[in-house]
Every structure is written in structure tokens, then in C-alpha cells.
Nanobody, 123 residues
Framework: QVQLVESGGGLVQPGGSLRLSCAAS????????IGWFRQAPGKEREGVSC????????DYAVSVKGRFTISKDNTKNTVYLQMNSLKPEDTAVYYC????????????????WGLGTQVTVSS
């Protein structure tokens, strides 16, 4: 019954911001690490960010450090990705995913993932 539903994607100009949300059901956010990966057309999947289930430790891809912030609300069972200073190269489908430990978001070892939400950064 695990389900992840992403929302918040859209079209934004370079330098703009978006806030992605991932509503989780069938489990609680204190049982899995959770994060985001993205995939652009013709490119490999790329881990973006993750947050630990235990201590809220976070990790980010080098390409997004200082611009993106991951957070979660355990009460709402929702994880967020605040994306600031967006660049055209951030254009991709963004997926929310769970993993056993945070770093697996970057190695593609997901347990569950959603259908994704499109983020397009263009002027």
C-alpha cells in the first residue's frame, strides 16, 4: 500500500523557485530514508537529495547544494523539496523515492517511487 504522490512541478524562469511536495501513504516517514531523484530526456537518473528517517540528516548532489533544501513534516507525512535559483539544467521529471538509507538515493537503490512531476526551467 506504499504510495508516493509528487506535486508542485511546473514552468519557472531561470532564477525562480518551486516547492515540490511528496505525499506518502502506507508508511511513516520515520521508517525510510526519503528523497528525490530526477531524470531529463536522454540522460541517466540523478539523485538530487535525501533526508534520513532517524536524525533528519540530509545530503545533496553537488549540482544543487546551496540552492535546494529538503525537509519533511512527519505529522503530515509529507516531504518537500524547496528549489531556489533554478537553472535550465534543472529541467527534468522529479521523482520522490524511499530507500533503506539516505545515500541509496544517489546509487539508484530505491524501494518505492512515485510517478514524478515535471519541472521546466526556461525563459
Amino acid at each position: 500500500q506504499v504510495q508516493l504522490v509528487e506535486s508542485g512541478g511546473g514552468l519557472v524562469q531561470p532564477g525562480g523557485s518551486l516547492r515540490l511536495s511528496c505525499a506518502a501513504s502506507g508508511f511513516t516517514l520515520d521508517s525510510y530514508a526519503i528523497g528525490w531523484f530526477r531524470q531529463a530526456p536522454g540522460k541517466e537518473r540523478e539523485g538530487v537529495s535525501c533526508i534520513s528517517s532517524s536524525d533528519d540528516n540530509t545530503d545533496y548532489a553537488v549540482s544543487v547544494k546551496g540552492r535546494f533544501t529538503i525537509s519533511k513534516d512527519n505529522t503530515k507525512n509529507t516531504v518537500y523539496l524547496q528549489m531556489n535559483s533554478l537553472k535550465p539544467e534543472d529541467t527534468a521529471v522529479y521523482y520522490c523515492a524511499t530507500s533503506s538509507w539516505c545515500m541509496e538515493i544517489f546509487t539508484g537503490e530505491y524501494d518505492y517511487w512515485g510517478l514524478g512531476t515535471q519541472v521546466t526551467v526556461s525563459s
